[in-house]
């Protein structure tokens, strides 16, 4: 068992605002290894610590938030699963996305292979204008009275994170205040939004007709999608379309086909009991095994871990 949070009690920090922090444990096995490494303490408001670490398989933990505790978590690497019950609904957190999470007890998935995060959490006391607007927006909004969110990285999570990193890294008496920014403007947005997985993110100044051709994807990623046919479609030959394509996105068309289908598997997978071969089938797969090494290439995991709960045991099911 490897705890990676434990709760502080150090030189300058309010006994009373970190009390009972946040606690996250996870069963890695012995060949596991994991590093966390506090950040930003501030001055007993908030603190913020970093982790990273290898998963040789998929290992089963456990993330307590008490009463009253708030945290924000930016994803880079290593896929999660978080769940309130062994057999109730997930919470997807794949590679590359933001997590607001405030008091609960959440069972745990973290998938196999390189995992990094920054994780920033406070006593809900210290944001009381935040704490104000979740308690009278839970009472009309059932959506806005959960307990966790989840959104990939976006244009406007961008800014907020070159913001906390500049905190980070040049400390000052003010640091704690941006990095309280950070923490209003990134919960106030996921609260708003609904949890979203998405592995085939794009920029958001593509040209036209480009942007129309991805579009034209994640909106029927089922489609053959030949390199030809898309090049026609944004007006280039095949060759220089593959260029332009991956220097634009970041990873090259046939990838991001690959991603868009992926997402929509994941969307069957989670929310169906439909065969694995069957929404292979439906999300434009030639076949199961293809399915399979997307999902585990892109999250770590394999289709049956989307679907396992989470009681002691870890899924050995190789792709």
Same mark, same amino acid.
């Given at each position: 068992?490897?705890?990676?949070?434990?709760?502080?009690?150090?030189?300058?920090?309010?006994?009373?605002?970190?009390?009972?922090?946040?606690?996250?444990?996870?069963?890695?096995?012995?060949?596991?290894?994991?590093?966390?490494?506090?950040?930003?303490?501030?001055?007993?408001?908030?603190?913020?610590?970093?982790?990273?670490?290898?998963?040789?398989?998929?290992?089963?933990?456990?993330?307590?938030?008490?009463?009253?505790?708030?945290?924000?978590?930016?994803?880079?690497?290593?896929?999660?699963?978080?769940?309130?019950?062994?057999?109730?609904?997930?919470?997807?957190?794949?590679?590359?996305?933001?997590?607001?999470?405030?008091?609960?007890?959440?069972?745990?998935?973290?998938?196999?292979?390189?995992?990094?995060?920054?994780?920033?959490?406070?006593?809900? @006391?210290?944001?009381?204008?935040?704490?104000?607007?979740?308690?009278?927006?839970?009472?009309?909004?059932?959506?806005?009275?959960?307990?966790?969110?989840?959104?990939?990285?976006?244009?406007?999570?961008? @800014?907020?994170?070159?913001?906390?990193?500049?905190?980070?890294?040049?400390?000052?008496?003010?640091?704690?205040?941006?990095?309280?920014?950070?923490?209003?403007?990134?919960?106030?947005?996921?609260?708003?939004?609904?949890?979203?997985?998405?592995?085939?993110?794009?920029?958001?100044?593509?040209?036209?007709?480009?942007?129309?051709?991805?579009?034209?994807?994640?909106?029927?990623?089922?489609?053959?999608?030949?390199?030809?046919?898309?090049?026609?479609?944004?007006?280039?030959?095949?060759?220089?379309?593959?260029?332009?394509? @991956?220097?634009?996105?970041?990873?090259?068309?046939?990838?991001?086909?690959?991603?868009?289908?992926?997402?929509?598997?994941?969307?069957?997978?989670?929310?169906?009991? @439909?065969?694995?071969?069957?929404?292979?089938?439906?999300?434009?797969?030639?076949?199961?095994?293809?399915?399979?090494?997307?999902?585990?290439?892109?999250?770590?995991?394999?289709?049956?871990?989307?679907?396992?709960?989470?009681?002691?045991?870890?899924?050995?099911?190789?792709?």
């Amino acid at each position: 068992m490897y705890s990676l949070y434990t709760p502080y009690r150090g030189n300058g920090v309010r006994s009373e605002d970190i009390e009972n922090h946040l606690e996250i444990s996870f069963d890695c096995g012995p060949h596991a290894s994991f590093n966390r490494k506090p950040e930003f303490q501030g001055h007993g408001h908030i603190r913020c610590d970093s982790y990273s670490g290898t998963n040789l398989r998929t290992a089963n933990g456990h993330l307590t938030i008490p009463e009253g505790m708030a945290a924000v978590a930016l994803n880079y690497y290593g896929t999660l699963i978080a769940r309130h019950t062994a057999h109730g609904p997930l919470v997807l957190i794949p590679p590359r996305s933001v997590l607001f999470a405030r008091s609960s007890e959440l069972l745990l998935q973290a998938a196999r292979g390189d995992h990094q995060a920054t994780v920033i959490s406070w006593n809900l @006391k210290s944001t009381p204008v935040l704490e104000s607007w979740l308690a009278r927006s839970g009472k009309s909004d059932p959506n806005m009275a959960r307990s966790i969110s989840c959104r990939p990285f976006s244009p406007f999570f961008l @800014k907020s994170i070159d913001r906390l990193q500049d905190a980070i890294a040049r400390p000052s008496e003010s640091s704690e205040l941006h990095v309280l920014s950070v923490v209003y403007e990134i919960s106030a947005h996921l609260m708003l939004s609904p949890n979203l997985v998405q592995l085939s993110a794009t920029p958001p100044d593509l040209p036209e007709t480009v942007s129309e051709l991805v579009t034209a994807v994640r909106e029927n990623p089922v489609g053959p999608w030949p390199l030809r046919d898309a090049a026609d479609r944004a007006g280039y030959s095949p060759f220089h379309f593959s260029r332009v394509f @991956k220097g634009l996105v970041g990873y090259g068309f046939h990838e991001y086909v690959d991603r868009c289908r992926t997402e929509a598997a994941v969307r069957i997978l989670v929310s169906s009991d @439909k065969p694995v071969d069957k929404v292979a089938q439906i999300a434009g797969f030639g076949t199961t095994q293809g399915l399979r090494e997307s999902i585990k290439e892109y999250l770590g995991l394999v289709p049956s871990e989307l679907r396992s709960t989470n009681d002691g045991t870890s899924s050995n099911e190789e792709a």
